[in-house]
């Protein structure tokens, strides 16, 4: 069982940065791919950002040149370095642990958090 706690969310005008944390509990954090993913009910479900265990990557095309993430297997610990936010970032971002990169949304996901982009 992994246990994952986002933090970092808020308000930010577009144009500024915002960084994500992910902290997860567990042995095998180094073992598990990672990534963001960011959903509001009623809106599409979109991959934002995953690391593998390798560090291997995959962005968005959206966010590509703007987000960052990055992991510290010593902390259990994941980020998303948000740049350049677009009011269009708005959404709940989720942390995601999982066994590969393609089965990564069967994994663990956290509880969320709000990123808001004001124009």
């Known amino acids: 069982q992994v246990q994952l706690v986002e933090s970092g969310g808020g308000l930010v005008q577009a144009g500024g940065s915002l960084r994500l944390s992910c902290v997860a509990s567990?042995?095998?954090?180094?073992?598990?791919?990672m990534g963001w993913f960011r959903h509001t009910p009623g809106n599409q479900r979109e991959r934002v950002a995953v690391m593998d265990s390798g560090g291997m990557l995959m962005y968005a095309d959206f966010v590509k040149g703007r987000f960052t993430i990055s992991r510290d297997n010593a902390k259990n610990t994941v980020y998303l370095q948000m740049n350049s936010l677009k009011p269009e970032d708005t959404d709940v971002y989720y942390c995601?642990?999982?066994?590969?990169?393609?089965?990564?949304?069967?994994?663990?996901w956290g509880q969320g958090t709000q990123v808001t982009v004001s124009s």
């Open positions: 995601v642990a999982g066994p590969t990169m393609a089965t990564i949304e069967h994994g663990y």
């Open positions: 567990g042995r095998t954090f180094s073992s598990y791919a």
